[in-house]
T-cell receptor, first 109, second 115 residues
Framework: QKEVEQDPGPLSVPEGAIVSLNCTYSNSAFQYFMWYRQYSRKGPELLMYTYSSGNKEDGRFTAQVDKSSKYISLFIRDSQPSDSATYLCAMERDYKLSFGAGTTVTVRA | DTGVSQNPRHKITKRGQNVTFRCDPISEHNRLYWYRQTLGQGPEFLTYFQNEAQLEKSRLLSDRFSAERPKGSFSTLEIQRTEQGDSAMYLC?????????????FGSGTRLTVV
């Protein structure tokens, strides 16, 4: 069993919809919880990170962490076609990142 | 600073050949990481350096793989006797021990195709 599980999708939504992404994890030693966005043939780009349970907002993006359930989520409000990408959750322990498989999101204009 | 730079962007090689990739991190970052990403999967940790010291290597890093960071600046990743299973995107990332939070910055990667 992988340490981090993420539904690979794909996920297709109309422009303006809310995109909901989530990951589960098994290792309670993870310290930081991150979401990366990756466009085709590019490296991952950090969107948000948090280290505690609760919500964190940044513009149209909201990250949620529930350490008791070992569950993290990313919500994208008012989605745009430019949000079409693969979204990767990642968790850090001892300077190493463990990634989910990524969810491919397409926002239809 | 233009971020993390990786060269070449794409490498096609015949099975059995040796290949070397280069990574130039963000200049003020003292930690450097190598990850490997195969199609449809997230990146997997290979190894990391703090300055010139290689502090950890993954079990994924077989004896055919070697990484160096000779002066604590750029790093190279060499794969000897390449196999078709080595075909993947090799990503480099860097971060600083200063500041707060996991400030990892990834490069655009080197895509290796072994034929």
């Amino acid at each position: 069993q992988k340490e981090v599980e993420q539904d690979p999708g794909p996920l297709s939504v109309p422009e303006g919809a809310i995109v909901s992404l989530n990951c589960t994890y098994s290792n309670s030693a993870f310290q930081y919880f991150m979401w990366y966005r990756q466009y085709s043939r590019k490296g991952p780009e950090l969107l948000m990170y948090t280290y505690s349970s609760g919500n964190k907002e940044d513009g149209r993006f909201t990250a949620q962490v529930d350490k008791s359930s070992k569950y993290i989520s990313l919500f994208i409000r008012d989605s745009q076609p430019s949000d079409s990408a693969t979204y990767l959750c990642a968790m850090e322990r001892d300077y190493k990142l463990s990634f989910g498989a990524g969810t491919t999101v397409t926002v239809r204009a | 600073d233009t971020g993390v730079s990786q060269n070449p962007r794409h490498k096609i090689t015949k099975r059995g050949q040796n290949v070397t990739f280069r990574c130039d991190p963000i200049s003020e970052h003292n930690r450097l990481y190598w990850y490997r990403q195969t199609l449809g999967q997230g990146p997997e940790f290979l190894t990391y350096f703090q300055n010139e010291a290689q502090l950890e290597k993954s079990r994924l890093l077989s004896d055919r793989f070697s990484a160096e960071r000779p002066k604590g600046s750029f790093s190279t990743l060499e794969i000897q006797r390449t196999e078709q299973g080595d075909s993947a995107m090799y990503l480099c990332a860097s971060s600083s021990t200063l500041g707060q939070g996991p400030g990892y910055t990834f490069g655009s990667g080197t895509r290796l195709t072994v034929v």
